[in-house]
């Protein structure tokens, strides 16, 4: 039982370049979520999906798209990176249903820098 | 929308000393209540929540924390800390009529002195 698993751990990409952060978890939940984390600022949602198949944005969605792909998996992508988007991005997941203070279990990040 | 705030952003403590963080929160009826700690290069990990009932929760690794309606609080305590203790920690909140929709705080960082 992995839990969240995140890739890549860490990336480097120039300005406008493209990438996909890939996310996993083996616990069977419904929801899933993507925040990034900067200095001082604590997480910040990016995107989530309460359900497969469901997307939703979250407080900083500008410049990220997300795909649900299954139950297991939901990725998210850079399609022209800035500067801006140098953080370290966290994978979330939990079993939101008829108990939704259910904790989120999180990946390890995946620190992302922006040349 | 609901926000928290934790109004420290560093604490230093000696080590055995107890330790309390402080954690306020808004949002116009009771939310659900987290505190999570986040070791160096590492993913976060719940330490306790608070939904309903018992306003004292026992967490993991022997932290507890008290939620008061009235200040809006959810403070962590623990009577004795351990270096193993430093890190960062987060308050967080989940509206009661949200879709998983969780609010953090910035985060508090504890330093542990020998």
């Known amino acids: 039982n992995a839990g969240v698993t995140q890739t890549p751990k860490f990336q480097v990409l120039k300005t406008g370049q493209s990438m996909t952060l890939q996310c996993a978890q083996d616990?069977?939940?419904?929801?899933m979520y993507w925040y990034r984390q900067d200095p001082g600022m604590g997480l910040r949602l990016i995107y989530y999906?309460?359900?497969?198949?469901?997307?939703d944005k979250g407080e900083v969605p500008n410049g990220y798209n997300v795909s649900r792909l299954n139950k297991r998996e939901f990725s998210l992508r850079l399609e022209s990176a800035a500067p801006s988007q140098t953080s370290v991005y966290f994978c979330?997941?939990?079993?939101?249903?008829?108990?939704?203070?259910?904790?989120?279990?999180f990946g390890p990040g995946t620190r992302l820098t922006v040349l | 929308a609901q926000s928290v705030t934790q109004p420290d952003i560093h604490i230093t403590v000696s080590e055995g000393a107890s330790l309390e963080l402080r954690c306020n929160y808004s949002y116009g009826a009771t939310p659900y209540l987290f505190w999570y700690v986040q070791s160096p290069g590492q993913g976060l990990q719940l330490l306790l929540k608070?939904?309903?009932?018992?306003?004292l929760v026992q967490g993991i690794k022997g932290f507890e924390a008290e939620f008061k309606r009235s200040q809006s609080s959810f403070n962590l305590r623990k009577p004795s800390v351990h270096w193993s203790d430093a890190a960062e920690y987060f308050c967080a909140v989940l509206p009661n009529t949200n879709a998983g929709k969780s609010t953090f705080g910035d985060g508090t960082t504890l330093t542990v002195k020998p």
């Open positions: 979330a997941s939990s079993e939101y249903g008829s108990e939704p203070y259910n904790e989120q279990f």
């Open positions: 999906s309460a359900s497969e198949g469901t997307t």
């Open positions: 608070y939904f309903s009932g018992d306003t």
């Open positions: 616990m069977n939940h419904n929801s």
